[in-house]
């Protein structure tokens, strides 16, 4: 053999190994995010990670130093996920109302792929850990702030109701993309799609300024001219 050959021999050697440990990582932290999901930090040890994805102890520490570094590994790709998934996808829509109505879809793709996320968010918020839940808490307020952006531009261009408290709208819409995510593994007769279908309608119904004179148009004729000349 050849130094050439050998030189590529070792290349696709160490090509090998890269793909099989990426794989390997990838294997780790899908197992620790259902296992966090389901049973929490704290009562989840690296053994029951180990076993979750059939690999050794060993192998779990060749990767992450322990479960602290697990948990940001997982966090990291959650936002890695995010900005894929949702922040992209809007961005490239410019009025506050599709933006509003892509946020519902988008989330209804990203639940749909990983439903474990919601989860693992609301059970490490819930436990109360001392450095782990304020981490998620601000993950939890970065998102409202940016659904608040979308309603505040709605509220500037006149196509969301000027009276609505944007926060509080803001909080009231990640509840229900939460709350949808419950929902549907409660009751597997309910499917997220539906589940958060119906929630776009009602929050858009909610929110929308242009809906709320569809609905005094349809009253008595004193309601329609208050609509006509109350914009």
């Known amino acids: 053999m050849t130094d050439k050959e050998r030189l590529v021999c070792m290349i696709a050697s160490v090509s090998l190994k890269a793909q099989q440990s990426a794989v390997t990582r990838k294997a780790i932290l899908a197992s620790c995010l259902k296992l966090f999901a389901k049973y929490g930090f704290s009562t989840t040890s690296i053994d029951d990670i180990a076993r979750a994805a059939g690999i050794t102890k060993g192998a779990v520490y060749w990767?992450?130093?322990?479960?602290e570094e697990l948990f940001q590994a997982?966090?990291?790709?959650i936002r890695a996920r995010w900005v894929e998934t949702v922040q992209q996808p809007l961005s490239k829509e410019t009025a506050p109302v599709s933006r509003?109505?892509?946020l519902f879809d988008c989330y209804s793709k990203l639940f749909a792929e990983a439903?474990?996320?919601?989860?693992?968010?609301?059970r490490i918020l819930l436990e109360g850990h001392?450095?782990?839940s304020p981490?998620?808490?601000r993950v939890f307020t970065q998102t409202a702030r940016f659904i608040r952006k979308i309603i505040d531009d709605g509220r500037v261009q006149g196509v969301f109701r000027n009276d609505?408290?944007?926060m509080v709208t803001a909080h009231m819409i990640l509840g229900s993309l939460s709350g949808a995510t419950q929902q549907s593994l409660a009751n597997r007769s309910l499917t997220l799609t539906a589940l958060l279908g119906e929630a776009k309608s009602m929050t858009m119904a909610r929110i929308s300024r242009s809906r709320l004179h569809g609905h005094s148009l349809e009253g008595t004729g004193h309601e329609m001219s208050t609509a006509q000349?109350?914009?």
């Open 229 to 231: 000349f109350n914009p």
């Open 115 to 122: 439903p474990e996320i919601c989860l693992f968010l609301q």
């Open 63 to 67: 990767h992450f130093v322990n479960k």
């Open 164 to 166: 609505l408290d944007s």
């Open 74 to 77: 997982i966090l990291e790709e």
């Open 100 to 102: 509003l109505e892509a």
């Open 135 to 137: 981490q998620v808490g």
């Open 130 to 132: 001392k450095e782990f």
